[in-house]
């Protein structure tokens, strides 16, 4: 049967927020997530339909709008959001409850539930913040609880507004050293199931830039089976707590090898997605199409790419300067 897809990567903000706005509106909140409701063309079946809120000029087949619309849901995480609005369609959508959801997806939840970096703390105030950083030396990052692929990261020292910053902050941040990393991975699950494997590079800051999906190897940087064993080790039986949680759907779970006191150590998990995230995408890609390679599928500044350009909206354009891009490696 055909699946609807909705990519919902508006996924974080409607958590954090808390505010109940119209799937439309929530599919145009900034110009990312009016680009990514487009990724399911990249990983989505041949007859599979795709919502959007806006149409292209030259529209893919797959794509319909929100009035045109039929079930069953594929979504990319859980959302009130498009609970209420297939409700309004009649078309089934269940979602685990959102107190959990809000729950699993915090980084609060993977810092109490993991080991912790040398130094780290959950920072509950603005002078308990204040008193860490000038305890820690060193380049030093706070996190918020609901911001994903480095955004949502403050990095003291070199963001400014420090006290605007910890002021706006309505629930406790985490506060770790900026450690040397030296290889990033995630783990990806279904139903307390590994799907998969992946290995991804980052910007300086953390932000997101591309994803190696192939057979686990080591890709030149060195042997990791290492890493990967303890991480599973403690990965498994956080997967089950979650599934006994209410928990089944989609879940990233991100690690790095890190450089500490001229040692390589792992820090197992450093943040749970109870979502699908860009290295799921890239893992669907390559086991439906490129089972016996290894990918790059990044996401990146380019002119060209297998998302659309732009989007006319009323009474303006958006061009997005980033896309989606693919590289098979052998």
Known sequence: MSRLHICNTFFEA???????RPLRDWLRVSPVVLQLQFLPLVYGSSDDRILVSDLPDTPDERLCTLEKAEGPIEDWGPSLAIQAWAKTKGIEYRIPDWEIVKKINSKIFSFEESPKLP???LLKDVKEA???IEKIEGPKVLKTAFGTAGRGHFHVGKDKRLDEFLKKQTVPVIGEPWVERVFDF???WKGGNLLGVTVFENEWNGTYKCTLAGPWKPWRKGSF????EEHLAIAKPLVEKIKKLGFAGNLGIDAYVYRWQGKERLQPVVEINGRKTMSWAALQVQQTRFPEKTIRFCYGKSEKGLLPMELKLVGRVVRFPRQISLVVLD
Do not use: C, I, V
């Open 14 to 20: 409607e958590l954090e927020s808390g505010l109940l």
């Open 119 to 121: 130094g780290s703390a």
């Open 130 to 132: 204040m008193r860490w």
């Open 186 to 188: 995630s783990t990806q």
């Open 225 to 228: 089976d290492w890493a990967l």
